[in-house]
């Protein structure tokens, strides 16, 4: 076996040391688990403007397109839209999907490399490499490693957790038993404990949702059985080491009895500390080990409220062009934000101030990562530049306007009773309506199949890539010899 490159490396490590973390962290209460270029086909009859190229240095070769991707799909966060632009990436280019048999991962449980079709273990016999790993599961890093390279690009999304708690509540409130007693989310965040029981059937998605996705142990205090690893007999001290995206295959050693302060390694080599949110509110130990493990694991987090912005931070991390990640929203809820950029400058009345306000203590540790990865997200956005991001900010909505008055009835998603054709009928769920397109008629064929991608529901588009990937076996009959007769 060659020598491991530097992505390997993080990825290989990172559940053996953690593994070994696992016991003794246990110990002061914590325990750690553990997809170009520009559209090749332009629509005809719609001009675009000159294709935006990712980032260079002076000194840069070109960069070649990231084609192996593991996208946690996390849940109310926008991700539904990001899974429609790597649907249509995947497609256009003829990539490999690890799909579910169904349509998630078997969630809420971890993730298994044995619940992706056509998965064969390691020994088991040939099979062609997957591309893109998407579909809605409870992250589980070494499962994930059996299916996917250690060298893939991870990433993932948060949302303010108020934010998401009130989409929450209207999308899962058939489904939460803590959710279902409560007449409105204002009174669950009032009382939440008269209405949540750890460990319920569903009531993972009333509170810490994000953490519940992202894999991530809970607390001793907030720990039941139900939805946790066992924990590990082996409590022998340990030093974990934890490597922080973006940097080199040099391994920090932390220690976890010490205040953790996580390094950013520069371009000459030298690491200098950085001083992340985490140290300024005050998180526990807990959480900064989780952080900190999070940082080693993913390439980029995009935040909900950023969308855009996450956008080309995306398309500059993956080599892709920007028309690779214009596309509409999807699963929207009607009532809701139509757009994720939610970052506006409308004020909240006294009610909005305290709903919000409670959402987040509620959802502490959803909080903290919600704080962590904005606090990166905006790190991230100053090294690529605030007038530059601004202006392919511009470019990319200028496209999906474009893109929607010209595939879309009214330039904008529908409620469901407009939509006729079941290829592009959201799947209905929760007590509000979920929104949807309808195409605008005389599309040449071009036209037509790029706008219904970028249209197609993730269900359905789902769908389409299992029969393309798995097409069905007609079984012919038996040609069978003529008798002789008698």
Known sequence: MGPLSPARTKRLWGPRSLGVALGIFMTIGFGLQLWGG???????????????????????????????????KTHKSGSSSVLNLLHRYGD???????????YQFGYPRLFQASRVKGYRPQGGGTQPPFHILCHHMRFNLKEVLQVMPSDSFFFSIVRDPAA?????????KSTSSAFRKAPSLAAFLANPRGFYQSGARGDHYARNLLWFDFGLPFPPEMRTNR???????????????????????????????????????????????????????????????????????FDLVMVAEYFDESLVLLADALCWGLDDVVGFMHNAQAGGEQGLNAASNRR?????????????AWNNLDWALYVHFNRSLWKRIEQFGQKRLERAVAELRARREALANHCLVGGEALDPKYITNRKLRPFQFGSAKVLGYVLQNGLNPQDQEECERLATPELQYKDKLDAKQFPPTVSLPLKTSKLASP
Do not use: M
């Open 348 to 360: 909240l009345s006294a009610e909005d101030q305290q709903l919000t306000a409670r959402a987040r």
């Open 38 to 72: 520009p559209f090749q086909r332009r629509l005809q009859g719609l001009q675009l403007r000159q294709p935006w190229v990712p980032s260079l240095g002076p000194a840069a070769s070109p960069c070649i397109p990231r084609q192996r991707l593991v996208f946690l």
């Open 227 to 297: 939805g946790n690893p066992d924990l590990p007999k082996d409590r022998s001290p340990l030093k974990l080491h934890v490597l922080p995206s973006g940097t080199g295959p040099r391994a920090q050693i932390l220690n976890p009895k010490a205040l953790f302060q996580p390094f950013s390694t520069h371009a000459d080599g030298h690491s200098q500390p950085a001083s992340p949110a985490s140290l300024d509110l005050g998180f526990s130990p807990f959480i900064q080990w989780a952080l900190a493990w999070l940082d080693s694991i």
């Open 164 to 172: 998401l708690a009130r989409s929450a509540f209207s999308y899962y």
């Open 92 to 102: 256009r280019h003829g990539l490999r999907f690890a799909l579910p048999t169904r």
